[in-house]
């Protein structure tokens, strides 16, 4: 006889139980969980994720890893040696804690991050190419929804006795034009985790952000610049901004709008919320009468270069620089005022 459930789903439920677990299942196998390794490594799935919880947080003890993976500490230690003794991970001293080590990627764990990253931006965004872009959204809310009360259920006391209570309504990703306090940190946090990951940039990088961001925020005091901030409740998960200053001579000289510190925190892209920072972007510098704007980045962020292209900017001109302290082709994009 097969076993029963110990909890039954609630009675609105369960006509999306089946569908859902069938779901589930797929995509298990089309992901490729079901093969010993993972992402077009030689690393198991355990492994593979947890180079992207070390990677995309800077670092984190053993203790955080197994919260996140949801795995016990003798299976976790196990796979850590292996990526310790593999070179990928390097352990060092917790700065909160002395009994705990801090685990980050080395060199070649950065490396293996990357690929790991190719492969599965390959993948899905494989997948979404199958989808009409309206439904891209849906997409990730549906899955973001469902990670959450999976989530909430393990985190709920007694959840084998009992169903996790239902998860309060998410409120919609909001955009709020202006300063927001942590404004600085987070969009540095931002850009300096995805383009240490995906491009290996380092600390020039960083501290070129940190530094413009911080000459740029006391001059939003003049209408000619404006910053937008993308909210999930209090937390800032985007940025972008129009710098109307720096690109623009004396009069009569045409004014030039700079889009700069345009990012969107991981698991957000693609679901539309980078296309609203950038709608908004663009259309303060049409209404402040800007001639063009211009914005600058690089080859190889095939992504944001959709955005721009759909938003009405051009490639303008390309050339190898190294001034964010890696080598790369650097590319410059401009839009003319639209009316």
């Known amino acids: 006889m097969a076993a029963q459930p110990s909890v039954s789903a609630p009675l609105a439920n369960r006509d999306a139980v089946l569908p859902i677990r069938d779901a589930s299942r797929r995509i298990v196998r089309e992901l490729g969980f079901m093969k010993p390794t993972l992402a077009g490594t030689e690393l198991p799935a355990s492994a593979v994720h947890a180079l992207i919880e070390i990677g995309n947080r800077g670092g984190l003890t053993a203790t955080d890893l197994c919260d996140r993976l949801n795995l016990e ?13 593999g070179g ?24 293996t991050l990357a690929a790991i990253d190719a492969f599965a931006h390959e993948q899905v965004g494989g997948a979404l190419a199958c989808l009409p872009a309206a439904d891209h959204a849906m997409v990730v809310e549906g899955l973001r929804l469902y990670a959450d009360a999976l989530h909430a259920r393990r985190a709920t ?3 084998e006795s009992k169903a996790a209570a239902p998860l309060a309504v998410r409120p919609a990703l909001r955009i709020e034009p202006g300063y927001q306090p942590g404004l600085i940190g987070r969009a540095v946090d931002m850009h300096a985790q995805f383009y240490a990951r995906a491009h290996g940039f ?17 001059r939003l005091d003049r209408p000619c610049n404006a910053v937008w901030t993308a909210l999930d409740g209090d937390r800032i998960v985007g940025t972008i901004a129009i710098d109307g200053e720096d690109l623009s001579g004396p009069a009569p000289a045409p004014r030039i709008a700079h889009l700069r510190w345009f990012i969107v925190e991981d698991g957000r892209r693609g679901g539309g919320l980078g296309r609203r920072l950038l709608d908004e972007a663009v259309a303060f510098a049409d209404r402040a009468g800007f ?24 490639l303008a001109a390309e050339s ?20």
């Open 73 to 85: 500490k003798s299976s976790v230690s196990r796979m850590l040696r292996k990526l310790i003794d």
């Open 88 to 111: 990928d991970l390097a352990e060092e001293n917790s700065d909160t804690d002395g009994r705990a080590k801090r685990l980050t990627l080395t060199a070649q764990g950065r490396r």
């Open 157 to 159: 006391p007694g959840n």
């Open 202 to 218: 380092g600390a020039v990088f960083e501290s070129r952000v940190a530094a413009g961001l911080a000459e740029f925020l006391p």
């Open 291 to 314: 001639a063009e704007t211009r914005l600058w980045t690089f080859r190889g962020l095939d992504a944001a270069r959709r955005l721009y292209e759909a938003a009405g900017f051009v």
């Open 320 to 339: 190898p620089g190294s001034q964010w302290g890696t080598e790369v082709t650097e590319q410059s994009f401009v839009r003319p005022r639209q009316t």
